[in-house]
């Protein structure tokens, strides 16, 4: 047997000497920091998930009808008469939504450990290239099970375009087909959805890592192992603080995806809704331009960007600034190696300043969402305005008091989070340009406190 | 002293699991009860006997006006264990054919002119308002003169249907709120029916079982699967963990 497989293997080598070494040079002869923690494994698990979208998506397209007039009934249809169509469906509904958990705390350990440092700015850039395509794909995503929120949120979205001055318009309806969001609409979305957008997904998926395997990654202590001492086990030449990607972070990422696959298991079999977060109680009516649901809001992982996008007010009787800062949000991202000056990367030996910093963004972040998703403004009203008895007599404001509105105060603590966004990226600029980090010494080699 | 780190790091992974977990069933738990006042629903799915009552009664007082589309009656059949005969002899009044899907045999033109609007299908209802909202729906029924029909309801005002369940509930009447006229105080019973308000309330708590078993058919396979899967996973994420374990032994 094992003659076989080498006569084999031979028999390849031969016609492409260049296979094994290419193999090597990203498995066995990668050679990754030892000390990665917890926040690592999210890259991985991003993969997984991506296969699976992939995976699901393809066996939802052969029952799905991507028409105005069948698209609805075709996903009751895979709902309940196709074999294990339930489960293909809501593995890439719950999919679709552990996507975005994965990656957000993916970018975050990118924040945390400063992953964005030079020499990784391409890393950075081609990975939130990769953000913006896939908020692309779950947008047209969620349009196509056609129900009444696909169909109010995809019209919500898209007039957006809308605001952009003198093409507004004529945008609107180039993107739509239609007036309305319709037929033509769904068609094209799905042939975005399940061709266009996922061959760009992963091709620059294949670009991330290669771009990644070009510098070598970065590590929770920010030291560059290649700059360290040299000599491992395996070789002379590469860092001592290195090790084979495979096999050791191919087992060790294989419990975070088993660990992974439980959690997103519990959701699939026993709350694939997720309480209205991932499946909206509105989806399961059908698409209907005549009935308004009650809360138009986007699916939750857009909600930071939706909240940012409502809170800032128009002006000059356009609400392109709302637009501009929406899109500002996600800009600000992409060019966060040029506004960090600071020479040190990991939050470990950083100044005070910049922990407080992306606490406060990671707040403003969480908090914003929940603010896109229209639940703050009650909860702050409900716990302060028994707070302000004496001035909440209805008599003295004739009416009854500003605050006793939930719209102030979701505008309010709204308007408060997103300049604590758009702070973070002011202060982070600021603080490094000027010399105002106090950093802490930065060990010459990983720290590995191993057992 | 390596054994005092590895059983730390162990406590680590552990609590931080329990924490997933914990946050997991947290969340979902404060999101289930986030319906806004009303009485929850109480339903169970898996109770079979209870959504059998359920199908009996949507049969019997839903289905002139309200269609299943999505549901047929040999899928009735295959998940709440009755036969072929039993659907066809109990529940199937139309004559349809055993492979068909529940369809109102009301033309959806009287259906307007009767009530003003034609009767919704109720296949994803229970998707669309919750168990608790349709639950409390069927409570919420008030005789009304002012409406076109002489009724109305709490839980959705000016409904446009009737109360089918009158007979069985008998007739509540309403008590507006002292400052809004509009607002329901509270429901009073002026003239019992067939049921006792106890026994009512089991009927309607059925009824609602039943449609929520039609929202979603599936439920009754994910929940009969996902112990395995789970329990498979579970497994799975341990050896996984020994694996790394046993590779990582040279790291240091």
């Known amino acids: ?451 | 002293m390596t054994m005092t780190k590895r059983q730390l790091l162990m406590k680590k992974y552990v609590s931080s699991i329990a924490l997933v977990f914990g946050l997991l069933v947290g969340a979902t738990s404060a999101m289930a009860s986030e319906e806004g006042g009303l009485p929850s629903a109480g339903t169970n799915v898996n109770d079979q006997a209870s959504l059998q009552r359920g199908a009996k009664l949507f049969f019997n007082y839903c289905v002139g006006c309200h269609s299943l589309k999505y549901v047929r009656y040999s899928r009735i059949s295959e998940d709440l264990g009755l036969s072929e005969k039993e659907v066809m002899d109990n529940l199937n009044f139309t004559g349809d054919k055993f492979g068909d899907p529940v369809i109102s045999h009301m033309p959806e033109a009287s259906g307007r002119q009767f009530f003003g609007k034609a009767p919704p299908d109720l296949s994803l209802e229970v998707r669309a308002k919750g168990a608790d909202w349709v639950y409390g729906y069927l409570n919420s029924f008030y005789l009304d003169p002012s409406r076109p029909v002489g009724w109305n309801n709490a839980v959705f005002a000016n409904a446009s249907m009737p109360n089918p369940l009158w007979e069985l509930q008998g007739l509540q009447t309403a008590e507006m709120k002292a400052d809004d006229k509009d607002a329901v105080e509270k429901l009073e019973l002026s003239q019992p029916g067939k049921l006792t308000p106890a026994q009512f309330k089991q009927a309607t708590r059925d009824l609602t079982s039943f449609l929520e078993y039609a929202a979603e058919p599936a439920a009754l396979q994910r929940q009969r699967y996902g112990i395995w899967v789970l329990l498979f996973l579970a497994g799975f994420t341990l050896l996984a963990y020994t694996l790394k374990k046993e590779y990582w032994k040279d790291v240091h």
């Open chain 1, 1 to 451: 047997m094992a003659n076989v497989f080498s006569s084999i293997g031979n028999w390849v080598n031969e016609r492409a000497p260049n296979m094994m070494p290419a193999y090597r040079k990203h498995m066995t002869e990668y050679y990754a920091p030892k000390n990665f923690n917890l926040w690592y494994y999210f890259g991985s698990l991003a993969i997984v998930v991506l296969v699976n979208q992939i995976v699901t998506g393809i066996f939802l397209t052969m029952n799905f009808k991507p028409s105005a007039a069948e698209a609805f009934n075709s996903v009751e249809y895979i709902m309940r008469d196709v074999e294990w169509g339930w489960l293909i469906r809501y593995m890439h509904s719950t999919g679709a939504s552990l996507f975005f958990v994965v990656v957000f705390l993916h970018m975050f350990r990118g924040l945390l450990y400063g992953s964005y440092h030079k020499p990784r700015e391409l890393v950075w850039l081609l990975g939130m290239l990769i953000f913006l395509v896939l908020m692309a794909e779950a947008f047209m995503g969620y349009v196509l099970p056609w129900g009444n929120m696909s169909f109010w949120g995809a019209k919500v979205i898209i007039s957006l375009f809308g605001t952009i001055p003198v093409i507004g318009n004529s945008l609107v309806e180039w993107i739509m087909g239609d007036f309305l969001p319709a037929d033509a609409t769904i068609n094209r979305f799905f042939a975005l959805h399940v061709i266009a957008l996922p061959l760009v997904l992963l091709l620059l998926v294949v670009l991330h890592i290669a771009a990644l395997h070009e510098v070598g990654s970065n590590n929770p202590d920010g030291v560059e192992i290649k700059k360290g001492p040299k000599g491992n086990r395996w070789d002379d030449h590469k860092p001592a603080d290195g090790i084979p990607f495979h096999p050791y972070y191919t087992v060790k990422d294989l419990f975070g995806v088993g660990f992974f696959l439980t959690i997103a298991a519990f959701i699939i079999f026993f709350v694939p809704t997720f309480g209205g977060w991932f499946l909206e109680h509105d989806n399961f009516i059908p698409a209907n331009n005549l009935v308004t649901p009650t809360h138009i809001k986007p699916s939750w992982y857009f909600t930071p960007f939706y909240a940012i996008l409502r809170m800032i007010p128009s002006f000059f009787g356009t609400a392109f600034w709302g637009v501009l800062g929406m899109f500002g949000a996600i800009a600000l991202l992409f060019v966060l190696p040029w506004i960090d000056k600071g020479k040190v990367r990991s939050v470990r030996y950083r100044g005070t300043g910049y922990k407080v910093a992306l606490f406060a963004l990671a707040f403003s972040f969480i908090g914003l969402a929940l603010v896109g998703a229209g639940v703050v403004g009650e909860w702050v009203q409900e716990i302060l305005t028994p707070m302000l008895p004496p001035l909440s007599n209805a008599a003295f404001w004739k009416d009854s008091p500003f605050w006793a509105s939930s719209t102030f105060w979701e505008n309010l603590v709204g308007r408060l989070l997103t300049a604590m966004y758009f702070g973070y990226f002011v202060f982070l600029w600021a603080y490094t340009r000027f010399g105002w980090e106090k950093t802490k010494p930065v060990p010459d080699r990983v720290v590995y406190d191993h057992d």
